[in-house]
């Protein structure tokens, strides 16, 4: 990634066509905690006085990584994770995104997922998401119900399909 792609003003970085997966360009819009790592970027390049057009460096300052899953592989060791795959992160982030409540179209347009079908096998579900559904139901249910329990109301919805 080069900081010409970057924009620390709007906080976006530019994906540009025929550099992702798809071949489409995008715009990422930056959440807080990247936009801080990348400002820590910006400020060290200034800092160092080593005015380079790459955002990710090597080891010693003086040039772009050449071997991406070298530097993978020693980052995720020394935060303790390792063996970890960047693609996971791929995963990670629609998993997140789709929990969060954002739309899954939209999900799609930041990941870069152009069929739902691949879309789909990316949003894995948990025994967790199982679980959330449930209370969720009940707890619309109870809602629904105007009661503490939504026992009356399953009974009632029971009662009326039988009828």
Not at 108 to 120: A, E, L, N, Q, W
Not at 130 to 144: F, V
Request: hydrophobic fraction near 35%; charge should be positive.
């Amino acid at each position: 990634m080069k900081w010409a792609d970057v924009d620390l003003k709007n906080w976006t970085v530019r994906l540009n066509a025929g550099e992702t997966k798809n071949e489409k360009g995008r715009i990422v819009y930056l959440d807080s905690e990247l936009q801080e790592i990348l400002a820590d970027l910006w400020q060290s390049r200034k800092t160092s006085g080593k005015l380079t057009e790459h955002v990710f460096m090597n080891a010693d300052g003086t040039d772009r990584i050449k071997k991406f899953d070298t530097a993978w592989a020693t980052a995720c060791k020394r935060v303790g994770v390792p063996g970890k795959l960047f693609h996971d992160l791929r995963r990670t982030s629609i998993r997140n995104m789709v929990r969060a409540g954002t739309p899954e179209v939209v999900a799609m347009k930041i990941s870069g997922h152009r069929t739902r079908s691949v879309f789909d096998r990316y949003n894995i579900v948990s025994e967790e998401d199982l679980k959330q559904a449930a209370m969720r139901q009940e707890e619309y249910l109870n809602s629904a119900s105007g009661k503490e329990t939504g026992k009356v109301m399953k009974f009632e919805i029971r009662a009326k399909s039988v009828k």
